[in-house]
């Protein structure tokens, strides 16, 4: 059973940072997608950053360009989102996810194949 493991969430000022893991420990680490969502109350799922774990390619939302980066190790079957610069709107709940075909862009959760329980991210101003 494939099954991301996310950490890092917590509470910071508008402006901080925080960085976010994600552990797979199960997951064959070529060839895959590994991707943050995030989720506001009342609001879609979506993407926030993918990598391409072959190439180290990545893509972003437009609303985090700059301000986050998505990093992997593969040594350790891990997924990073450093994330600084941190707005009020950036509050969420972030899931870690990972998908075994090839997407376009951030692609859409239901591309997706195996997502973690999500830790949450609170910004205040």
Known sequence: QVQPVESG?????????LRLSCAVSTLAWTNKYLAWFR??????????????????ATAY????QGRFTISQ???KNTVYLQMNSLK???TAMYYCAAAL??????GRPSDYNYWGQGTQVTVSS
């Open 61 to 64: 939302a437009d609303s985090v």
């Open 101 to 106: 075909r090839w997407l376009s862009g951030l």
């Open 88 to 90: 009020p709107e950036d």
């Open 39 to 56: 989720q506001a109350p009342g609001k879609e799922r979506e993407g926030v950053a993918r990598i391409y774990t072959s190439t180290g």
């Open 9 to 17: 969430g917590g509470s910071v000022q508008a402006g901080g940072s």
């Open 73 to 75: 190790d593969s040594a």
